[in-house]
């Protein structure tokens, strides 16, 4: 289609579309409305019929009462009859015959108003039957009070509802038995009636709204209620008639205005057409100074200036080469990875004039991903990052064989994990192997003879050249020096992170060092502070080390502490921490952990160093099970101190008590007080009782601590050398305190918290 037509059927949908959409949007609302107001309508007289039948079957029940109630059942009835309150009553007796029967009674079948389920057929009265009972309470027969459903009835219902009410016998087919309604509209309402389920509203093809009201349990008349519409007759012929005229004016003034417009356009386009093919001198002739003519203008000034530009590119592509030293430098000189690759990226596409490219990262030597990229959002269809496998397309070959590739290829030609292009350049960049050349997945890079092996880090990659003429050798050795510098920068930051993170883990155990301790322990008090939350802080000492070392050797020491590293990670969370902080003293951090949860790690911690023995090798080669125990010191914030080296301090107390105590124990810090507590000593204990459950009282030791005195199990002080280092259980605290056993080993994770 040509441009004439697309302004055409653009103008055209711009104004006769909103026409067209009023039409469809009055005749839609003026229905929905319509419809709304008959639904409402139906819903207030279904419930008129409803209460209104209700109300007759009350009244037939109250004269049925009344005539069981006397003794003179003839005179009663009698009197109902006269009054209005039933059309007819029967008296019958226990076997159901007629004892009574008022005059003219309304011919059968009757309705039950009564019926849970109404049955179907045709409906000639309501009735209402009361049991006749004696003194005594037996039954004596049956009172029937009835009204006739016939037309007037039926006409009745209308006027109290206000619409059109129309009676079904009940049979199938359905057929009327009395309606109000009149003419065709009877044929049109019974038709509709015939496919209503429930209580629905639907609409008949004259214009009318038909709902059912029954049968139902307390209104057992099927009957079909109908109003006409009250939409304007003639609404969707005018509606059509406006929305053809203004069809026919929207085409007489879109052709007009398709016609003015394209011709200038087709001009320009000629014109850039001859700009394209290298022709900088054309000129369009400005014929207006509308947006037309002021494009006209912008054309020409464009064409004036470009030939400036391009001499203006040719010197800052050699000036730009010349800086590359001083470049290097300078990306050399810092760690933010990112910046660096945007820096080299920008850099490279400034000085090979392309449109496009990308910064690409080996991971785990399997694919590539772009860690920097400019320009690829119109020329990659994928999501996220681009990524590309090793050995597929372009960049993924240059990075599995490490040669630089360029070229011109069709945008059939292009894998399907890369950006369309006509043109491009990639370049692999590489570091020394570390790995001796067993990386896997990723090849080595060409080197000469004598020079160690290099593995492939990334691949530069760069798009379309402007001008739409290929890179050629000079791009090549331009991007060949930012590769290099993209493999320095890469490198650098890989040392670096490999240093930092030597210079915060001990060599031996691998735990976090003393360093990082300070700085993690500040950091969680500050967030257990800012959020109301609890850190406990652990100081564990291996019990009579330097006999180990003295004993076995220091080698055989080194075994046990790694040993007893290992350990004690498999016994925290992944949330929490582990330090060495220097010979055998560690600390454990605990973050959001109170001091029942803490002593619960203790007690973990304690027997899994205790019930394994570290297997050794001696100064003359053999095999030995050293035995190990540990003693901890427990210190909570913020109930025993409000700042981390204070925390730690009186972690380091308590340990000192456990050290002084009976060591393989634990000590929790005697809490600061804040406020009056009935403290009541509990005897320390280096083992869980029988059952788990630590008991204290004032008269005597904790159930399942041994006894004091002579007779005492070795290594278990007594009460009288316990008392300095145990703790004391306050009614203000929870969780155990000072040497208390804490109960059971609990599972590895949660520490009970």
């Excluded at 990334?458 to 890179?471: H, N, S």
């Excluded at 160093?609 to 095999?623: E, F, L, M, N, Y």
Aim: aromatic share 4%; hydrophobic share 45%; glycine share 10%.
């Amino acid at each position: 289609m040509t441009l004439r037509g697309r302004l055409t059927a653009a103008f055209l949908a711009v104004a006769f579309g909103p026409v067209l959409l009023g039409a469809v949007f009055v005749a839609a609302t003026v229905a929905a409305v319509d419809r709304s107001r008959a639904t409402e309508r139906l819903a207030v007289a279904a419930t008129a019929v409803r209460t209104s039948v209700d109300a007759l079957c009350q009244q037939l029940r109250a004269a049925a009462d009344a005539v069981a109630v006397t003794t003179d059942h003839a005179g009663t009835a009698a009197q109902v009859v006269s009054r209005g309150l039933a059309s007819a009553v029967l008296v019958t007796d226990e076997a159901g015959r007629v004892s009574y029967a008022t005059p003219d009674p309304p011919p059968a079948p009757w309705r039950d108003c009564a019926a849970p389920e109404p049955p179907g057929g045709a409906v000639s009265a309501l009735v209402v039957r009361v049991q006749l009972r004696d003194a005594a309470g037996s039954a004596l027969g049956a009172v029937a009070a009835a009204q006739p459903v016939d037309p007037a009835f039926v006409g009745r219902l209308a006027a109290v509802t206000g619409v059109a009410v129309t009676l079904l016998d009940g049979a199938a087919p359905v057929q009327v038995a009395h309606t109000t309604e009149s003419g065709n509209g009877r044929d049109a309402v019974l038709a509709a009636a015939a496919s209503l389920r429930g209580e629905r509203v639907t609409g008949t093809t004259d214009g009318r709204y038909v709902r059912r009201a029954g049968p139902t349990a307390g209104q057992p008349l099927p009957l079909v209620l109908s109003v006409p519409s009250d939409q304007p007759p003639g609404l969707h012929a005018v509606l059509v008639a406006v929305v053809l005229l203004a069809a026919l004016l929207g085409v007489a003034v879109a052709w007009r205005l398709a016609r003015v417009t394209t011709r200038p356009l087709v001009e320009l386009a000629g014109a850039a057409d001859r700009v394209a093919t290298g022709d900088l001198t054309t000129r369009v002739p400005v014929r207006s100074n509308d947006e037309i003519g002021r494009l006209a203008v912008a054309f020409n000034r464009m064409t004036r200036e470009t030939g400036g530009y391009l001499t203006a590119l040719a010197s800052s592509r050699d000036q730009l080469r010349g800086h590359l030293a001083v470049l290097g430098d300078t990306l050399a000189s810092t760690h933010d990875l990112p910046r660096i690759l945007w820096v080299i990226l920008h850099s490279a596409l400034a000085a090979t004039g392309a449109r496009a490219g990308a910064v690409l990262l080996t991971e785990q030597g399997e694919q590539l991903v772009a860690r920097c990229s400019v320009g690829l959002d119109d020329r990659w269809v994928g999501t996220g990052p681009l990524r590309v496998p090793l050995g597929s397309g372009v960049v993924g070959a240059v990075a599995a064989t490490g040669q630089p590739r360029r070229g011109r290829v069709e945008p059939t030609g292009v894998a399907s994990d890369e950006p369309r292009c006509r043109t491009y350049i990639a370049v692999p960049f590489a570091a020394p192997d570390a790995t001796g050349g067993d990386a896997p997945g990723v090849a080595s890079a060409a080197v000469a003879p004598g020079r160690p092996a290099e593995v492939v880090l990334g691949v530069l990659a760069l798009y379309d050249r402007l001008g739409g003429e290929e890179f050629d050798d000079d791009d090549l050795a331009t991007l060949r020096t930012f590769a290099r510098h993209a493999a320095v920068a890469v490198d650098n930051v890989r040392v670096h992170e490999e240093a930092q993170r030597l210079s915060l883990t001990d060599p031996l155990t691998g735990l976090w060092n003393y360093r990082y301790l300070r700085e993690s322990l500040r950091r969680e008090v500050e967030r257990a502070s800012r959020f109301g939350r609890m850190v406990s802080v652990l100081a564990l000492d291996l019990d009579r080390f330097k006999r180990v070392n003295d004993t076995y050797g220091h080698a055989a020491g080194d075994t046990v502490l790694a040993e007893f590293a290992r350990r004690v990670r498999g016994e925290i969370r992944e949330v929490d921490l582990a330090f060495r902080r220097g010979g055998e003293e560690f600390v454990v951090l605990l973050p959001e952990t109170d001091a029942h949860g803490a002593t619960i790690v203790a007690e973990r911690l304690g027997a899994a160093v205790r019930d394994s023995p570290v297997t050794v090798v001696g100064h003359a080669g053999v095999r030995e099970l050293v035995p190990v125990t540990v003693s901890i010191g427990i210190a909570v914030f913020p109930d025993h101190a409000d700042t981390g080296p204070q925390v730690l301090a009186a972690a380091d107390e308590a340990l000192y008590a456990a050290k002084t105590a009976s060591r393989d124990t634990w000590r929790l810090a005697p809490p600061r007080e804040t406020s009056p507590t009935r403290e009541v000593p509990v005897p320390p204990a280096a083992r869980s009782p029988a059952d788990g459950l630590p008991r204290a009282g004032p008269d005597g030791p904790a159930v399942g601590v041994p006894p004091a005195g002579p007779e005492a199990a070795p290594g278990v002080p007594t009460t009288g050398e316990a008392a300095a280092g145990s703790g004391t259980v306050g009614t203000g605290r929870t969780g155990p305190a000072g040497g208390a056993s804490s109960g059971p080993h609990p599972p590895r994770r949660g520490h009970g918290r």
